[in-house]
């Protein structure tokens, strides 16, 4: 079977993440996924499947980046080879039931390799015409291999052969006496031209022929003859069909994941939302430095939204404080999608984003309460991290937004400084939104030089910018900007 190369190069063996299972619902992937699949559901399938792969390596990763700029640069030339595969995996395949001649078997094994024959031809064709659109290495090699492969002469002989193989001039066999007068070396040779209408050709030595009202009998020894060439013939077509079947299964779900992307980059261009491909950095070098980073899936669902700049270069640790509603939960999710995006070879929405690769993203998020008791919350979150932190690796990434915000201040940073200590001692990297100023403040009084400080803006009228910036944790979440700013118009009566 053709290798198709588009998702990382022929014979590379892909090294995948190991993520978290909450990362799709914590970090709000459904839209994302949504707007991917376009309302094919194969599409949606294959984009599920494949972008939870983080793929760890940067070559694989450019390869990919390379492939989906030459989709977006030319969706025409996707769509049609996707609408070609899709077509192909379709082909029906017959299958015939007991006690059906060796020929009408052979007849129903042709109908569908006749079908893909012309599939191929089609697929070549769009290849060509698209020859000045194949840029990268993926789309180029397969360009040219189908175009060497696949070529008009190549084809025209593959339709010859399976014309002939229906036999409307006649069967052609030879076949020798064996022990016990049995036929042995049985051998099926060319069809005959239309002039000869005979079932065995004139050889050197003993030949006869049959013609096409010629019936068989039970126990008629032209059976041992004429039934096990045509059997063998039709398990070689079934299997030659099989192999071009799955090469377009293949191709087709390579496609649809591309197709998947020039779905999203098509809705995020039409918003007006900045796009680029990241620049991976392999594991070893700690960076994480972005311009106008926004969230994915805010961007598909409302307009204006605010990005932000950040150079946490170094930085292993980053600690968001700040006021509330002030776009920290947003923030986190915006660098969880990227770094998931980055690493399946996608675009992320920024104008640059560079970072390390990472072995795993995981999410904690806050959960509701559990309805059938079974668990405090603190029981709930202390199970959850326990789980994560057993199934992480050292490289990996974590994201925790409000972790043990279900105690007081004081336990909350009892907990969380050893567990985030021992994981930035592995080398883990960690994102961190949250409220415990106790905590956030003896991290930053300690000075870590792996640490960065972010704090969500407002305005001196409290109003959020939704930006971050760099700073110290603050002792408030300003909670109470949020209520003057909806009661400003309001009089509280003396009751």
């Not at 079908?115 to 070549?124: E, H, K, P, T, Y």
């Not at 990297?429 to 960065?452: N, Q, S």
Request: proline share 4%; with cysteine.
């Amino acid at each position: 079977m053709i290798p198709i190369g588009l998702l990382q190069p022929p014979g590379r063996e892909p090294r995948a993440a190991r993520n978290g299972d909450a990362v799709a619902e914590d970090l709000g992937l459904a839209e994302l996924y949504n707007v991917m699949a376009g309302g094919d559901e194969f599409i949606a399938g294959v984009v599920k499947a494949i972008v939870p792969l983080s793929s760890t390596d940067c070559d694989v990763i450019r390869h990919r980046q390379g492939v989906l700029a030459d989709c977006c640069a030319d969706p025409a030339m996707l769509r049609t080879c996707y609408t070609i595969a899709t077509e192909a995996t379709a082909v029906r395949r017959w299958t015939s039931g007991r006690g059906r001649e060796p020929r009408g078997k052979l007849g129903l094994a042709l109908q569908p390799l006749q079908a893909l024959v012309g599939l191929l031809r089609q697929i070549r064709q769009n290849f060509e015409k698209s020859a000045g659109s194949c840029r990268s290495t993926g789309l180029d090699r397969l360009r040219r291999i189908l175009t060497d492969q696949l070529d008009d002469d190549y084809l025209a002989l593959l339709e010859h052969h399976v014309a002939a193989l229906y036999f409307e001039h006649g069967m052609h066999f030879s076949a020798a006496l064996g022990v016990g007068n049995k036929a042995d070396r049985i051998m099926l040779h060319e069809p005959p031209a239309a002039a000869k209408r005979t079932l065995f050709g004139r050889r050197p030595g003993i030949a006869f022929e049959a013609f096409d009202n010629f019936e068989f009998h039970d126990g008629d020894p032209l059976r041992a003859v004429i039934e096990p060439p045509l059997d063998s013939v039709a398990e070689l077509i079934s299997r030659v069909t099989d192999n071009v079947q799955d090469f377009f299964r293949q191709l087709r779900t390579e496609l649809a994941f591309y197709l998947g992307c020039v779905n999203l980059h098509e809705r995020l261009t039409a918003t007006g939302t900045p796009i680029c491909f990241p620049e991976p950095v392999a594991a070893g070098e700690t960076l994480l430095r972005t311009t106008d980073l926004r969230d994915v899936g805010l961007s598909l669902t409302a307009s204006n939204v605010v990005g932000n700049d950040i150079d946490a270069t170094g930085s292993t640790l980053l600690v968001v404080t700040g006021a509330n509603s002030g776009g920290k939960s947003t923030f986190l999710r915006s660098v969880g999608i990227a770094q998931l995006l980055m690493q399946a070879g996608i675009f992320v929405t920024a104008r640059s984003f560079t970072a390390d690769l990472r072995d795993g993203v995981f999410t904690h998020f806050v959960r509701g309460e559990d309805p059938a008791m079974t668990h405090g919350r603190l029981d709930e979150e202390l199970t959850r991290m326990r789980a994560i932190t057993d199934r992480m690796s050292g490289t990996a990434m974590l994201l925790c937004n409000e972790p043990f915000a279900s105690t007081d201040d004081r336990d909350a940073a009892a907990l969380a400084d050893p567990i985030v200590s021992a994981l930035l001692d592995s080398g883990v990297k960690i994102v961190l939104v949250t409220h415990l100023y106790e905590f956030a403040h003896r991290r930053h009084v300690a000075g870590h030089g792996t640490d960065l400080f972010l704090r969500a803006q407002r305005d001196s009228d409290g109003r959020r910018t939704y930006r971050l910036i760099v700073g110290a944790p603050e002792p408030t979440s300003h909670g109470l900007d949020i209520f003057r700013r909806i009661f400003a118009d309001h009089q509280v009566g003396d009751g």
